[in-house]
């Protein structure tokens, strides 16, 4: 299939580029490179074995540059959809952005796509749109809950938008997947996460500390409800997520109208386990300190991911000793990133 891949630069969507060759696909790239860096796609046509991956540097908010994209290339079997802004505490202090890039530029892509007839789109949500769940494993029929910052509000009113739009029209086939927490990299070590300043999220902070650019890891609050006091969250590895969107484009291929999963292992570990893993899989020491809680974190949060291996044949196959190695592999190999 001709897939248009937005956000195909970034961390995920270059690990999705990837697999999509691996399957026989045909990816074209449209990044606006505010979060990534164009060497992550020459990379990807090294491990594909392709001589370059076709690339618009343009932004999804650009109506005229995505029309022009869409009028150059012709027919799309389907967008995958990954551009977009995602650190939640930014989107806290810039929230107007956040709804611009996110929102606005996903209503112009939606509109191009359909102008141009290409009504087939598999979307990056997030587990973040369950909240703060009344249950754990969550399933895909749990109420989605109250986002607390405006990224995740941004994740839920797509996926609000994207359903409506299909079930005005049904020629949509619209896959919403929900990330849980991605990490790990390419075994290759070619490509991986490749965050700008301090890191938000855990996996990356913990390889910073591992490689000596920062001190000692803070653990945000040991006083959660859960077996050690500390955050329990479902990571999963990019390459298995990756590979969740060319299952996914066979529920398209099937015209599955509109689709929700969740993407995660299902099993939850803790932050001390995390780091625990990490010095297992890599013997390198971590050391860390016990710090409050963050804002709006929650205790528990951990997948059924029972649905996609049922209607898509997927499962996540690495464990967390693969995702520690991996994203230690990346980070040792490329010490300042790209
Ligand atoms: P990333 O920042 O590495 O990739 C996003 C890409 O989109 C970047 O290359 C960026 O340059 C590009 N982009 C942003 N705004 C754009 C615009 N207006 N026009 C064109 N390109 C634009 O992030 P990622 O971790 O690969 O995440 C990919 C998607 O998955 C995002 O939508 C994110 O919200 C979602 N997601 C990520 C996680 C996670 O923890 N990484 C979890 C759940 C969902
Ligand atoms: C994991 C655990 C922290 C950093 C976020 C977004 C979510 C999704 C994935 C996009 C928590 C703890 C973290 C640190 C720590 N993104 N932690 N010290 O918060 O589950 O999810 O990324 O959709 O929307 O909210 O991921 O990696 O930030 O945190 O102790 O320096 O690690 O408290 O328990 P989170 P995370």
Redesign the pocket.
Known sequence: MKILV??G?????SHTLVELYAAGHKPVV???????SPKSLERVAELAGVESVPFYE????DRAAVDALLEKEGHFDACIH?????AVGESVAKPWEYYD?NIG?TLTLLDCMRWHGCKNIIF???ATVYGDPAVVPITEECPKGHCTNPYGQTKSMLEEIMSDMQKADPEWNVVLLR?F??IGAHRSGRIGENPNGIPN?LMPYITQVAIGRRKELGVFGNDYDTPDGTGVRDYIHVVDLARGHVCALKAIERKCGLAVYNLGTGRGYSVLEVVNAFEQATGVKVPYKIQPRRPGDIATCYSDPSKAAAELGWRAEYGIEDMCRDSWRWQSMNPEGY
Do not use: V
Not at 9 to 13: E, K, M, P, T, V
């Open positions: 937005t956000g630069a970034g961390f995920i969507g449209l990044d606006n490179l505010s979060n990534s343009c932004d999804i908010r990954f551009a977009g802004l995602k890039n530029g990056s949500s997030s990330y927490n991605p999220n």
